[in-house]
């Protein structure tokens, strides 16, 4: 006769790969969003922020919260690269050193990174915790270069934050390029010239709400990434030529 046999599950989900934030390294908390929903930093001459948005639910959706998702997985896969690459793409967008597009190579490659820093220097950026941002592609071109020569005794401190070497001062970290604006090349930063706060307003659980059986979970976010105008200088963001395709 024929025997059944029990199916066996385990504690394990096939995840998808994915990335750590890194722009703790890049931005300060110099500024908090707990107990306000505006940010509004003021310099000599001031100017207002936008006030963040509450609007109803987007089209499709039953909720204001948006379509329902395990939330590990909508940090980690959804929030976490929509807050870096709205931080990274507003930082690129208002460096204080915007130089021409350049096609990097491992030829040239150092001789950019040295000219960043050298801005930074005549714009009397503070030389410590500078950051030098490089997609996979920019940093293979750094390993290819004959004048790069990086320091590797990285604490594994530094190393679980993303932090992969040192180059002339700076901490060298490695993005995905899909979280970086589009022909992104290099950015060498201070921490001092952007203000990125970030607040998780609200968790919600809901028991067996309607429609669903079991817990549902919504919250709300409210992030923001402001550079500076006063410190502006501390950005050199060095992008390339727009690609053009090939028939």
């Known amino acids: 006769m024929p025997i059944e046999l029990a199916t066996k599950f385990l504690p394990y989900t096939d995840e998808i790969f994915s990335t750590e934030s890194r722009k703790s390294l890049l931005t300060n908390q110099d500024f908090s969003w707990i107990g306000a929903h505006s940010v509004r930093i003021h310099k000599i001459s001031t100017s207002a922020m936008n ?3 509450r609007g109803g639910p987007a089209t499709g959706n039953w909720s204001r919260y948006g379509p329902v998702a395990a939330l590990a997985r909508q940090l980690r896969e ?4 929509e807050v870096d690459s709205c931080t990274y793409a507003q930082m690129c967008a208002k460096a204080g050193s915007l130089p021409d597009p350049l096609s ?4 040239n490659i150092y001789a950019q990174v040295v000219a960043a820093s050298q801005a930074l220097d005549e714009a009397q950026v503070p030389e410590d915790n500078r950051v ?3 997609t996979p592609a920019t940093y293979a071109l750094l390993k290819q270069s004959k004048d790069v020569e990086m320091e590797t005794d990285i604490g594994n401190d530094m190393r679980l934050r993303g932090v992969i070497t040192m180059l002339d001062g700076a901490t060298v970290l490695k993005v995905p390029a899909s979280r970086l604006p589009e022909n992104f090349g290099f950015m060498l930063a201070h921490p001092c010239a952007t203000v990125a706060p970030t607040k998780l307003e609200a968790y919600n659980i809901h028991q067996n709400p309607p429609g669903i059986s079991g817990s549902l979970v919504e919250g709300r976010i409210c992030y923001g990434a402001f550079v500076l105008a ?3 200088k501390g950005i050199y963001y060095q992008a390339q030529p727009a690609k053009t395709e090939t028939k």
């Open 78 to 81: 959804v929030v976490i690269p």
């Open 104 to 107: 990097l190579t491992s030829a």
């Open 230 to 232: 006063n410190k502006a």
């Open 132 to 134: 030098l941002m490089v």
């Open 51 to 53: 006030d963040y948005g």
